[in-house]
């Protein structure tokens, strides 16, 4: 990928770049990006040439730990194992909600992976979370939110949610009332969204809203993307955060 080199950071393939040396060299603030269920480990890496951000800014996005096998020689990445087919029945019958209530088989596992990362991006590249937006997209927008929430004692800068979805809300809402004074987010979502429906963002950005954060929400009419708007709030976040 032209412009970001792998590496191995807490046991993941990490694409990195940016920064001074165009290597993710040098102590400038970070942003650390996670993609989707199914998707290729460097399918947001294409992000660091359309997000316009100051120069010193580094880049990080992390390769989920599992390998999906979808047949016919088709195969992404993933935090943790989705059911796609009982999610798809649970937008038919009307039951988005019951997303909320479910702390998600292999989360935690997910999150202690993740987590790893960071740990090595603060002892050996010199990441300092308060100047670190952490985000990503779908399932990766959910386990960032999942980190910044219950990082009350060492907030990051900013959350980046992309078509995310509102989860465990046991957990996450108490969490909130912890960290969310702290939380500075941009929360986006498609009106059209067939995979997670616009309520789930909504109820995420409700979540954040009702815990104190300052949460940006940018709606749009398209599906399970990343539009321009999209782009643009990340862009902003970080002038305003990572100064």
Known sequence: MLGMEQRRLGGLTVWAGGG??????????AIVLCHGFG??????????RVIE????????FPEAPLEIDFGGGQSGRAWWPIDMERLMMMQARGEPRLLAQET???MAEARARLEGV??????????VRTR????GFSQGAMLATEIVLHAADRPFAGLIALSG????????????KASGPNIHAVVSHGRRDPILPFGSGEALRDLLNESGASVRFI??????EIPPAALAGVAGLARDRLA
């Open 165 to 176: 979805a509102l989860l465990c809300e046991d957990r996450w809402r108490p969490a909130g």
């Open 53 to 60: 951000v100051d120069r010193s800014t580094r880049w990080f």
């Open 39 to 48: 998707a290729t480990g460097d399918d947001l890496v294409a992000l660091h």
């Open 219 to 224: 709606e749009h009419g398209g599906g399970h």
């Open 20 to 29: 001074d040396d165009r290597k993710a060299g040098g102590d400038g603030p």
């Open 104 to 106: 998600p088989a292999g």
């Open 132 to 135: 670190t937006l952490l985000g």
């Open 118 to 127: 960071l740990a090595e991006l603060e002892a050996d590249h010199r990441v």
